[in-house]
Structure formats: C-alpha cells, structure tokens
C-alpha cells in the first residue's frame, strides 16, 4: 500500500466486500444467518438483485477484483530504443485453489476442450498410437479412485438412506426419472472399479484394440437416462450442469482408432522428431521452466459443471457474433446490431455443413427419455428438457470461423426451456450468424471477445472454501478427492474415508451438513491448510507441514 496505513484508505461504499465490524459480506447478511449465501450472485465477485435473483433478467459481470479466485490477461510489450513495439506476448491467467490430489488427473480437462477446437473433433485414423487412448484410460482410473461408487450408485449404506447429492437422487429430482440406483445395488465397489480400469489399461499397453469403445457415452446420449444410457462411460458422474459426464469427441475417437493399425505392436509411438515445436499445439502445451505441472490447463477440470478453478462453460457463450448466450443452456442473455431482436429467445438448431457441404441439423437442447412412471416402458420425461454442453455441441463450427451458419431459435421469447421439445419449424426463426474466432490471431490464447476478464470465475464461489463444502465429488474426483486412504475390507469390499472428515476412522461418513464428524464452513475459513490433506497415492499425505 505504499506505506500508507491500511485504516487510512478509503473504500468507497460500492467497494467495500466485507464490514468487519458489522460481520457482514457485502452489507447483505445478518448475523443470525446461519451460512453465507455462496451462490456467487450474492457474493463480492458480483453484483445483482440476490438473493432474489433472475439469472436471465440480471447477469452477473464481474467487479475485476484481484484475489485468490479471479481470472485476467496479462499483455507484455517489448520496446526499441525508439519506444516502438518489437514484440508482443498474452496470456491468460487463472487464480485458484490448490489441487489437491496433485499426482492424478480428471478424466476430461480444458486442455481436451481446447485441443478439440484446435484440431478439431475427429482424428486422423492412421496417426493415433495407442499412447493416447493410454493417457485417457490412466486418467480415468486416477479420477474414479477417489469416488466412492457404492455411495454415487445410491445404494444404501450401513442401513441408512443415501440422501447424498448423486447422480440418481439429480436424475429423479431435475428430470422426473423414477429413482432408481445406476447399477444393481450393492454390487459395484470401488476397489472393483479400479481393478477394472487397471485391466483396461495393462490390456492396451500390450496392444490389445480398445474393446470398450461402444460402452462409452456420446455426447448427444446425456439426456439418455435408460437403466443402459446411465451405465455407459463416464458412469455415476456430473458433466455439465448435472447431466451426465461426456468425454469430448476427440477423446472418444481418439480411443475408436487407437491402435487399429497395430495391433499387438506397441512400436508405433507418437514421432520424436528431435525437434522443438513452435507450432499452435506446441504453445497450447507449453509450459513455463518452474511451473508445476497443476498450473497448467491439462491439470484443470474441462466443460464440467463448473470446474473448482473456473467455470469454463463462460467461455461458448459469445461463439457468434452479436449473441450472448447463457453458459448452461440456449437462452440468449443479449443481442445487439441486427439481431438485437433475439434476446430473450431460445437457440435450438445450429445447421453445420458436412464433409460434402451439406447442412446438418446439431441440436443444442433434447428431450430426456426414461422408464415411465408405471415401469411399463421407456419414453419421453414430461417437463425435461436438456441442454446439451456447448464444447461438444459446438465442436464442428470451429473449422468455419469467419463464416455465417444458419442458425434456428424460437420464434416466441421465453423463459421456460420445458415446452422446446416438439416445436415445428414454422415456429421457428433462422438467422444467419458469424462465428468468431476462437483464438487471438496467430496463437492459442482464448479469444478475449468470448469472455472478458473476470468472466472465466465470477461464477464461482467466493470465498473459494464454500465449494469445498457444498459440492460432491461426481464433479472433480481429481481435484476435490472424496473416497481417500482406500483399502481392501473384510466383506470383500472397501474401507475408506471421506475426505472430508475431522479425524480418519476407515469408516467412511455419507456427507451430510448437520454431521459434526465433517469439517463445517467455518473450520475451511479459519483452518483450510490444516483440515483439507493433500493426497498422494490416493491417501493422505504424512509430510505435510
């Protein structure tokens, strides 16, 4: 502060983030609340009507304070001696929690989403060693070693109803699905589930063709909530916005044709050239001299609902021109120039060309299927409609930056999205829109007209700790384990603990908010060093301090 006191600066009153001699964020709580309003809409990283909040009448910029969750770019200019720029370099930055599982990886990370808009969702058949479907099979057994799978399943436990935030409990309370376990109950564990990833990879890297490749979800399948759409892979986990986990295109192709021209032959390995790369995917994977690895993308959760460092979603939502759509579903938030007269509207269809310049009907919202009620059949989910996520919706328009794609939204403005699933067309409107470019010209840096500064984590929770406490770990395995110090018990399953817990007992407790055996919101505040353990191996970290 320039030696200047800190009681001696004066914060205007629309700065303030905290009284403390009134104990209040941001003037908005009283002291008999029993926890901070952590929806970050209430919080200091914004402002808005909270907690009476219309997220589509009242959107959330950011204040553009630095602190320890916010996010930047950072531009540095080289002079000559007659002060005129000789080089330029950006860069974006992201300030985030610690990983705390730093040895392992999520399945699907923002280095997968980028790499999928630079090089596209498919791959090229003859030019995929085995050692990339590898890397995704080892990263999926590094994420699913920290989910206890009997408690994400919905089974039961020691007795007690599972009132835990998982996938079956969002299936029958989000879209009308009749609740029901994933898998039969009591008969997935975790050790099992590891096993079986370790399997799949020795497999591979003796060269055996990846087998499992039709057992795994494709991205338009999310709204699948069928006993077998809800098994397929990524099981029992959250994508975007509650729906289920999708690995990207590129990832799924990428595990298709690994291999299928050298089977039983592990010789054929990604090229060494001896070269240093200077090329675009060069730079997307580059990493500074110090840098550990978690300060890179590749260690950071991708287009998932939304990551514990950044809410990646933010960045689909200006994809074209004169639009902005809301990050987790088709409403558009704004429009301006011709087609300010879209706000307020609903984004169904984007019309893709094909390899024959054909357009292609890509829907972004579908209808949820599922048993019936009665348990007679299967069919439409009344009053559900999912939003598909927009990496994977988005994935083919890349490759036509600069070019307008027709696009089709509804020809009504409205709020709900549940009456979108049988519109007819002629009750529809298309229009014409520009896609942008994703990146700055020339390198691998985010398009700064797709999200400002600021945009990447205001939708975050602030402080940071609250998301530790409110959120369970189907979403980041990785980086928030949940199932820690994991090992064989007598009745042939697991015995662990739940990462969250005060002391370790191998019991492992169902996450419960009223359960004092579970660190609270005020331990993450005052202690989060001390009661959050890093893990290593899967289990807790005994050189810490």
């Given at each position: 502060m320039?030696?200047v006191?800190?009681s001696?600066?004066h ?9 403390s001699?009134k ?5 908005k ?14 919080l200091?990283a914004?402002?808005?009507?909270a907690?009476?909040?219309?997220y589509y ?5 950011a204040r ?5 969750a916010?996010?930047?770019?950072v ?29 392992s ?9 980028v ?17 990339d479907?590898?890397d ?10 920290f989910?206890?799978v009997?408690?994400l399943?919905?089974?039961t ?5 599972n009132?835990a935030d998982t996938?079956?409990?969002?299936d ?5 699905r ?7 109950p009591?008969?997935?564990?975790t ?10 990879y020795?497999?591979m890297?003796?060269?055996?063709a990846?087998?499992f490749y039709?057992?795994?979800?494709q991205?338009h ?8 759409g ?7 986990m959250s994508?975007?916005?509650t729906?289920?986990l999708?690995?990207t295109?590129?990832?799924?192709d990428?595990i298709?044709h690994?291999?299928?021209?050298n ?6 390995k990604a ?6 790369p200077?090329?675009l995917?060069?730079?997307l994977?580059y990493?500074?001299?110090g840098?550990?690895?978690?300060t890179h993308?590749a260690s ?5 609902c ?8 933010s ?15 088709n ?7 011709d087609h300010?007269d879209?706000?307020g509207?609903?984004?169904l ?6 390899e024959?310049?054909?357009p292609v009907?890509?829907?972004?919202v579908?209808?949820a299927?599922?048993p019936t009620?009665?348990?007679?059949g ?5 009053d559900?409609i999912v ?6 919706t988005l994935?083919?328009i ?13 020809k ?7 009456v979108?699933?049988d519109i007819?067309k002629?009750?529809?409107i298309?229009r014409?829109?520009?896609v942008?470019?994703f990146?700055?010209?020339?390198t ?5 007209a ?7 984590t ?6 940071w700790?609250?998301?530790f406490?409110e959120?369970v770990?189907y979403y980041?395995a ?18 662990g603990?739940?990462?969250?817990t ?7 407790v169902?996450?419960?908010?009223k ?15 001390d ?7 899967g289990k807790?970290?005994k050189n810490?301090g």
């Open positions: 320039g030696g006191a800190y001696d600066v914060i205007p009153e629309e700065r303030i983030v905290y009284d001699e104990g209040l964020w941001n003037g709580y009283k002291d008999d609340q029993p926890t901070l309003n952590t929806l970050s809409q209430g200091y914004a402002y808005g009507k907690p009476y909040f219309n009448d009242d959107p959330q910029p553009g304070y630095l602190d320890d916010c996010d930047g770019i531009t540095l200019e080289l002079l000559d001696d007659k002060n005129k720029i000789k080089f330029r370099a950006k860069a974006r930055f992201c300030s985030a929690p610690p990983i705390f599982a730093p040895d990886e999520f399945v699907r990370t923002v280095q997968d989403d790499m999928q808009v630079l090089l596209g969702p498919q791959v090229d058949p003859q030019q995929v060693p085995i050692e479907a590898l995704i099979v080892r990263r999926a057994y590094e994420t699913v070693r989910m206890n009997e408690v399943n919905g089974d436990i020691k007795g007690r109803p009132h996938m079956p409990a969002d029958s309370s989000d879209y009308n009749p609740y029901a376990p994933v898998m039969a009591h008969s997935i564990d050790l099992a589930i590891v096993g079986l990833h370790q399997q799949l020795t497999a890297s003796s060269g055996a990846p087998w039709d057992a795994l979800r991205p399948e999310t709204a699948d909530l069928t006993d077998k809800r098994r397929k892979m990524p099981a029992l994508g975007a916005d729906n289920y999708a690995l295109h590129r990832q799924i990428t298709k690994a291999g299928q021209n089977l039983f032959d592990t010789s054929v090229p060494d050239t001896g070269l240093t200077r090329n995917t060069a730079q994977q990493r500074g001299r840098n550990p690895f978690n993308i950071s959760v991708g287009n998932c939304p990551g514990l460092e950044l809410d990646f979603r960045v689909w939502k200006r994809a074209f021109e004169d639009i902005t759509l809301v990050e987790h579903d409403y558009v938030l704004d429009a301006e120039g300010k879209l706000q509207h609903r984004l269809v984007i019309e893709i060309p094909d024959h310049g054909k009907d890509h829907p972004v579908v209808q299927i599922g009620a009665d348990g007679s299967v069919g439409p989910l009344e559900s939003n598909l996520e927009w990496s994977n994935a083919a890349w490759k036509h930056k600069g070019e307008y794609l027709n696009c089709r939204f509804t009504e403005k409205m709020l709900e999205k549940q979108l699933a007819p002629k009750q529809t298309t014409k829109l520009k942008r470019d990146f700055e010209q020339g691998t840096v985010i398009n700064e797709l999200a400002s500064p600021g945009e990447l205001q939708g975050l929770c602030s402080p700790q609250n998301d406490r959120c770990c980041w990785s980086s928030r384990p949940d199932y820690v110090n994991i090992e064989p018990a007598a009745d042939g399953g697991s015995r603990d739940n990462w969250m005060k002391k370790r007992s191998g019991q492992y169902i996450d419960d908010y359960d004092n055996r579970l660190i609270n919101y005020q331990d993450l505040f005052n202690d989060w060093e009661v959050l353990k890093f893990q290593i191996g807790d970290d810490e």
